[in-house]
C-alpha cells in the first residue's frame, strides 16, 4: 500500500489507512508499527465511527476506494497483491 500511495498521489490518490486496534497503548503501538514498516500515508484510529461510516469491517483487511465525493466506488476483504492494486487505483483514476 506503502508503494500504491507513493506511486499514484501525484495523481491525486489519498491512502489513509484505518487500524481497528485497541487498548491503552493503541496510538504508541500503532505509530510504532507505522514507524517500524516505513508508512509515510496516514492512519487513523477507529473508534467504530469510521467502521460505521462505511459498512461494518467484518474481517481485516478490508479495502476500500473511495472517490472524491466520499462515494465508495470499490470494496474487498482479503489481502490483494500489489497488481490488484495498481490496476484497481488506476481503473479508479482514469
Do not use: M
Not at 506503502?2 to 489507512?17: C, N, R, T
Not at 477507529?46 to 467484518?58: L, T
Amino acid at each position: 500500500i506503502e508503494a500504491i500511495s507513493k506511486q499514484f498521489s501525484p495523481k491525486g490518490l489519498v491512502v489513509v489507512g484505518v487500524s481497528e486496534d485497541r487498548g491503552p497503548s493503541v496510538l504508541k503501538d500503532v505509530s510504532s508499527f507505522a514507524k517500524e514498516h516505513g508508512l509515510t500515508y496516514q492512519i487513523v484510529i477507529d473508534s467504530i465511527n469510521v467502521s460505521n461510516a462505511y459498512g461494518y469491517i467484518n474481517a481485516i483487511p478490508t479495502s476500500f476506494i473511495v472517490n472524491k465525493d466520499g462515494k465508495i466506488v470499490d470494496k474487498w476483504v482479503g489481502e490483494r497483491g500489489k497488481a490488484y492494486f495498481q490496476a484497481t487505483v488506476k481503473k479508479c483514476l482514469d
